[in-house]
Structures are given as structure tokens and as C-alpha cells.
């Protein structure tokens, strides 16, 4: 054995490394479990839905209140048989649910909790490979004072490349579960409670004519909400954005659509760009749009402000952004207080795919600043 395999802090090392791929393991198919889970809670929503539709149709058609001149039968044994035998599926189907949703409970408590040894075993990690290369801690901490003036919200230095990985993947499966949800629940449950009351508007148009114009003014609302839900969900997918148009006007159009939603905030917005002629490639042009609409939509959810600075400034190497509002601030520990799905972490994760930099920071006087760069590779 030769001395160096003989260090105790190789052997520290390498035992180390061991524990974090066993916890980035079990972190990493926990994580597929759960969203497994998760698209079995879905489907399992979607069949309680569709049955308690069915089940409230059934017992409409037992209402004491039919017309006593239709010509339907009156006998409903068959009716009344087939609402209980639903219910009872029904019972059954939301007792699955309960129990499923405390296993992804549970899950999730672990997946915290494997979480947290990855980010300490990584930390150990990095601690001693810079004590085997022999850097000192002298050094470590004159490096991180003068770093102190520009804090990032994670690096690749701060943060192993794998954790991103995850992070973006989470990221991906939440906005497809959210695309999911919205149409499911949005448009075609809207489109199921259509179908069934055109269902019942044809046998009102025999007994109760007034209810039957009552009911398809519901209809006509309803088909109006749809049209606007497929609307949001489209703007959601990037089909509203027209990467065929200069970027620069496309950022001047996404301000002046802001100034019309929000007449009470004062917004100044610049964009330089140095090449007329320039064509970004359309991907760049979307995640530049989706970023500024990240950062406007958090200023007016949470900052109070009633002024808005942006200055652009786009080359044919690098975009360069500066986004800074009047409002109340924003604490430094502001990614540990959102959720992991915020606009705020899709942020952090889309300048990293980038390979860019991002520095968000502020206060009660200054408001908050964010500033994000990243280089455009031919």
C-alpha cells in the first residue's frame, strides 16, 4: 500500500464519496418514486371527478320535480341502483387516495431529509479535497471576503452539477404536471359539464323552457372560459412569443403589455442592442422573455413598488440585464423561504443551463436589484 493510499484523509475521502453516492441514490429514486406517485394521485383525482359528475347526473334524473306530462317513465329503481353502486366507488376510490397521499407525505419528509445529507456530504467533500491539495484556511477565507461583494445565488463552485441536474428535472415534471392539471381541470371538465347539461337542456326544452334559456347562457360562459384557459396555457407553452420578430422589439412589446396591466407603476425600460442585423436563436429569444416576465410578475406579486427600472443590453456574445424596483426588498435567504418550484428557483436553474451568473440582492432603501448575464454560444 503506498502512503498515499495510506493518508488518513484519502481514506476519509473516499468514504465520503461512497456515502454521498449512496445518499444521491437514494435521493435520486425517491425522487422518481414520488413523481410516479404523483401521476397516480392525478389519474386517481380524474376518476373521482368523472364519477361525481356521473353520480350528480344519476341523481338529477330521481328529482321530484319532473314534469308529470313526460313522457319518460317514472320507474327509477335502475337509476337509483346505479347512483349508489358510483358512490360506493367513489368511497373507495378516495380512501386510495388518502393513503396515497400519505405515502407521497412521507416520501417527501425523506427525500428532505437525503437531501440535506447530499448538500453536507458534498460540503465535506469540497472541505477536504481543498485540505489534500493544500490550501489553507487562511486562504479560503480571504478568498470568500473578497467575494462577499458579490453574492450569486449558487455557482457550480457552491453547488455540484448533479443537484442542478435534479433540480431541473423536478422543474421540468412540475410545469408538465401544471400544463396537465390546468387542461384536466380548466377545459376538459369544463367541456364534461358542457356535454351534460346540453344532456339535461334537451329535456328541458320540452318541460321548462325558462330554465332552458338559464342553462344555456351556462353553456355559452362556459365555452367563454374555456376559450380563455387555453389561452393562458398557450401563453404558458411559449406559442404567443414571435421569435421571428427583433428581440428587442419583442422586449418592448413585453414592457408596453406591463405598462397596460399595471397603469399605477411607473416603468422605465431600455433595450441596447449594438447589431441590428442580429437573429438570436429563437430558444435564447424564449428563455430572455421568460425571465423578464419571472422577475416582473415576482416585483408586482411581493415587492409594493410603484417604479420599475430595466435596462437590456444585447450583443452578438452576451445579454446583459438590470432589473431594480422601488419596494420593500427582498432577504438574503429568499431561496430557502419559496417553495422549490418558484420563479425564483426556475430562474436560478435556466441562468445555469445558460452557463450565465445571476446576483439578486436589496432592501427597505434600495428596493431589490437583479442583475443576470450569460454569453450567447454560436
Not at 431594480?324 to 428557483?345: F, T
Request: proline residues 2%.
Amino acid at each position: 500500500m503506498t502512503n498515499e493510499e495510506m493518508n488518513p484523509l484519502n481514506i476519509i475521502e473516499e468514504a465520503n464519496s461512497k456515502t454521498l453516492e449512496y445518499f444521491n441514490k437514494t435521493y435520486v429514486s425517491n425522487l422518481e418514486l414520488v413523481q410516479n406517485l404523483k401521476t397516480e394521485l392525478f389519474e386517481l383525482e380524474v376518476q373521482i371527478e368523472t364519477l361525481e359528475k356521473t353520480r350528480d347526473l344519476y341523481t338529477y334524473h330521481i328529482d321530484t320535480r319532473r314534469n308529470v306530462f313526460s313522457p319518460i317513465t317514472s320507474d327509477n329503481t335502475n337509476t337509483i341502483t346505479k347512483g349508489k353502486q358510483i358512490a360506493s366507488q367513489i368511497k373507495d376510490l378516495e380512501d386510495a387516495k388518502q393513503r396515497l397521499q400519505k405515502r407521497i407525505s412521507e416520501l417527501e419528509d425523506d427525500i428532505r431529509f437525503y437531501k440535506e445529507q447530499v448538500d453536507m456530504l458534498s460540503k465535506a467533500s469540497k472541505c477536504i479535497h481543498t485540505v489534500l491539495i493544500g490550501k489553507s484556511h487562511n486562504e479560503l477565507n480571504e478568498e470568500e471576503s473578497v467575494d462577499s461583494g458579490i453574492e450569486f445565488i449558487e455557482t457550480e463552485d457552491n453547488e455540484d452539477k448533479t443537484s442542478h441536474n435534479y433540480n431541473m428535472l423536478q422543474l421540468e415534471d412540475y410545469e408538465h404536471y401544471q400544463y396537465a392539471s390546468a387542461l384536466d381541470q380548466d377545459v376538459k371538465q369544463e367541456l364534461t359539464s358542457s356535454l351534460n347539461k346540453l344532456d339535461v337542456l334537451k329535456w328541458l326544452l320540452h318541460s321548462d323552457i325558462g330554465r332552458a334559456k338559464v342553462t344555456l347562457e351556462e353553456v355559452h360562459h362556459s365555452q367563454v372560459e374555456v376559450l380563455t384557459s387555453l389561452e393562458h396555457i398557450l401563453d404558458r407553452l411559449n406559442y404567443n412569443i414571435d421569435t421571428k420578430q427583433p428581440i428587442w422589439d419583442q422586449i418592448n412589446k413585453l414592457f408596453d403589455d406591463y405598462r397596460q396591466l399595471h397603469p399605477e407603476c411607473m416603468i422605465d425600460s431600455s433595450c441596447d442592442c449594438t447589431e441590428h442585423e442580429l437573429n438570436l436563436p429563437p430558444f435564447i429569444s424564449i428563455r430572455l422573455i421568460r425571465m423578464l416576465r419571472e422577475i416582473l410578475d415576482n416585483i408586482f406579486k411581493h415587492s409594493n413598488a410603484n417604479r420599475i427600472t430595466a435596462k437590456i443590453f444585447i450583443s452578438s456574445r452576451l445579454i446583459d440585464v438590470y432589473v431594480n424596483d422601488n419596494g420593500v426588498g427582498i432577504p438574503e435567504d429568499y431561496l430557502e423561504r419559496s417553495a422549490w418550484y418558484s420563479g425564483l428557483h426556475k430562474l436560478h436553474e435556466t441562468i445555469y443551463q445558460l452557463d450565465g451568473k445571476l446576483q439578486i440582492d436589496g432592501d427597505l432603501i434600495s428596493g431589490t436589484n437583479v442583475r443576470f448575464s450569460f454569453p450567447i454560444k454560436k
